[in-house]
């Protein structure tokens, strides 16, 4: 277990811990929340593989690239922050020990900018008003920055010379976007996206290879812990450079671009047509000639292969939180890949979905726990070797 760094500082002496929910696990010292974190991992998956012990952050603090902040009033004063948990109230966060620290500064200066600006703030129960939130995602590697303003209508007043103050404020960012959601309900993001300033994406690197990171695109919120996660999930596929490597839930193909070096062929299968798009730019910017991406539902599309008598040595999976349904894990049943390389963040869900999987002819081997989102409860990203019983690679 990784207990290095600097252990004196936790989430719980922040003025709002216990309120926006952020930090739901900073109650303890950071070894401590690593135990806990590995203890549950261990239970979940008992009688089902061996866990090792969980690779913590020698540094667990400021390591989101990634920060997301909504927008309300309070006596008529503007708020940015994140909503309380439980409810859709804004907490103003000034500072966060988890949150890149160029973030916080420019949502201090954005909460400044619509006061002055006199920019109406969105009303969830009205349905009026037009900022919604805002999306600030960092380039750990590149140290390139872009805010995403979402706002209900593609008219925004002013936003030339909104955009020019918050530039001359913060000459660090890189590209501002202005994002559409004119959708009810708690989604984040629209689909329609108009650039303001840059290129409208930023690029990071991850594991030596550079990635074009869109707004609606998905990126590990921890590059540091992903690198090394990453690295045990190549090791756990056991490539020897002739394999056909599946990577289902691609997103801008990070995972399977980090395995193209070491595999013959890798097929990428992703749902979101911006992922799809960045991934596709990012194998050419990498000169990765031995990968691919499909446009389409992962388990159709694995339906689909094994109805054409296509075959894959290895699956890489890496689904959202709530794991695989079963109609996702019955297609991989149909392609029978030999080796799966399963990589979750909810250990509940995983437990689920490797005794599904262990009904049906594979056995895990181990599983390797990885501490992604420090000082939070039960958020663990685990990779897990699933071989097939008596299974040969061709």
Not at 44 to 73: E, Q, W
Not at 94 to 115: G, P
Request: proline residues 4%; contains cysteine; aromatic residues 8%.
């Amino acid at each position: 277990m990784n207990t290095a760094g600097r252990r004196e500082r936790t989430p719980a002496r922040c003025a709002v811990a216990g309120r926006c929910g952020g930090c739901s696990g900073a109650d303890c010292t950071y070894p401590e929340s690593l135990k806990k974190k590995e203890n549950l991992v261990r239970s979940l998956l008992k009688g089902i593989c061996p866990v090792h012990p969980i690779t913590g952050m020698a540094d667990p603090f400021h390591y989101r690239n990634k920060v997301t902040a909504s927008f309300g009033y309070r006596g008529g004063e503007v708020l940015c922050g994140i909503y309380e948990e439980g409810t859709h109230r804004v907490v103003q966060t000034d500072s966060c020990l988890i949150e890149d620290e160029r973030a916080q500064s420019i949502i201090a200066t954005l909460r400044r900018l619509v006061k002055s600006f006199k920019i109406r703030i969105y009303d969830e129960d009205s349905g009026y008003g037009l900022l919604r939130h805002v999306q600030i995602r960092t380039g750990h590697a590149t140290g390139q920055v872009m805010v995403v303003l979402v706002v209900t209508s593609p008219v925004f007043p002013s936003k030339k010379n909104f955009t020019a103050a918050l530039l001359k404020a913060h000459p660090e960012i890189t590209t501002v976007v202005q994002n559409i959601n004119d959708r009810p309900g708690s989604f984040v993001l629209g689909n329609r996206n108009q650039v303001l300033y840059g290129k409208g994406f930023i690029e990071d690197r991850l594991c030596g290879l550079t990635y074009r990171i869109s707004p609606n695109s998905f990126y590990q919120v921890n590059s540091v812990q992903t690198e090394a996660l990453y690295g045990k999930a190549i090791e756990l596929a056991a490539l020897t450079g002739r394999e056909r490597v599946i990577d289902a839930y691609c997103g801008i193909g990070t995972i399977g671009m980090t395995a193209a070096g070491s595999a013959g062929e890798v097929v990428g299968i992703e749902l979101n047509p911006e992922a799809v798009r960045d991934a596709r730019v990012n194998a050419r910017r990498n000169g990765i000639a031995n990968i691919r991406f499909i446009e389409a539902d992962a388990g159709k599309c694995m339906v689909a292969m094994a109805e054409a008598g296509e075959r894959a040595d290895v699956l890489f999976m890496d689904p959202p939180r709530s794991g695989s349904d079963e109609i996702f894990l019955r297609s991989a049943l149909r392609l029978a890949p030999p080796r799966i390389v399963y990589i979750s963040c909810g250990p509940e869900s995983l437990a689920r979905d490797l005794k599904f999987l262990a009904k049906h002819g594979y056995r895990a081997e181990a599983c390797f726990p990885f501490d992604c989102f420090c000082w939070t409860e039960g958020h663990v990203e685990n990779v897990v070797a699933v071989v097939k019983e008596n299974g040969n690679r061709s």
